[in-house]
Structures are given as structure tokens and as C-alpha cells.
């Protein structure tokens, strides 16, 4: 098998800036950095919390854009489901971070790094499902 798109550098700084905004996030704001919470309390907005909230999401949306304009090269990804597969999917995901109480970025950056013994096996829980939903859609349905 060949390996394709290994890239090591630009994930270990990818790692680093993500652990960075989380241990920030943290530190001045008592918050954990988990988006599906964050992005959650903003429906309905409680009116102490939409500034930092908004000012996350945005950062996310537009890390991007600034990654281009600052030179970055992002590849395109093509995505092959068709639009029910996608909503149905982001469905699950958002049904899924309810029924474990957080995201892989609330469990598994911000919970291991805080060793909490929940986020640990929720993280676990999580690369199970993935690994599982991955053969299943590859193998067993032939997607």
C-alpha cells in the first residue's frame, strides 16, 4: 500500500496551534474547546456567551481563508456521497456528540489532554464507531 499525502510537518504545527487555542481558550475563558458545545450554545444564545462563541466559529470559518491569503496551498477534497448520504451523516454526528456529551474535539483534544477518564473512553468509543462505519460503508455495502 502506498502512502499518499504524508505529510508530517504540517500536522505536528496543525497539532501544536490546536493545542495552543485550546490550553488559550482554557486558561482566559475557563472554557473547554469543544465546537459541537460551543457551536450548541449559540441555539438559542445566551446573551453573556455569544461573543466569545461567535468569535470561535469565526475564527474557525476564517482560518482558512487566512492560511491562503498568507500563502498556503489547500488541496481540494472531493467528497463522493451524494447530498442525503451527507445529511444523514451530519445527523449522526450531531446525534452522536449529544449521546457522548461532546465532540472529538471536547473528548479528544481537550479531555486526554486534561486526562479525564470520560473523554478517554469516549474518545475510544468514537475511533471504534469510525472504524467500524468505515468497513461497513467499504466492504459490507460496497460505497
Known amino acids: 500500500m502506498e502512502i499518499v499525502n504524508f505529510t508530517p510537518i504540517p500536522a505536528f504545527v496543525g497539532g501544536l496551534l490546536i493545542g495552543l487555542s485550546s490550553i488559550l481558550l482554557l486558561g ?10 460551543i457551536l ?9 456567551d455569544t461573543t466569545w462563541r461567535l468569535a470561535f466559529i469565526l475564527g474557525l470559518v476564517l ?9 498556503g496551498d489547500l488541496r481540494a477534497v472531493l467528497i463522493e ?15 452522536g456528540t ?10 479528544g483534544i481537550c ?12 474518545t475510544v468509543i468514537f475511533v471504534a464507531v469510525a472504524a467500524v462505519t468505515v468497513f461497513v460503508v467499504r466492504h459490507v455495502i460496497g460505497g
Do not use: K, Q, Y
Open 28 to 37: 482566559l475563558n475557563g472554557r473547554i474547546a469543544g465546537v459541537s458545545g
Open 98 to 107: 449529544r449521546l457522548g456529551s461532546g465532540c472529538t474535539s471536547g473528548h
Open 63 to 71: 482560518g482558512g481563508e487566512f492560511f491562503v491569503m498568507w500563502g
Open 40 to 48: 450548541g450554545g449559540l441555539l438559542p444564545p445566551a446573551d453573556s
Open 111 to 122: 479531555g486526554i489532554g486534561r486526562l479525564s477518564p470520560r473523554s478517554i473512553v469516549a
Open 81 to 95: 456521497a451524494n447530498t442525503p448520504t451527507l445529511i444523514a451523516a451530519g445527523l449522526l454526528v450531531g446525534f
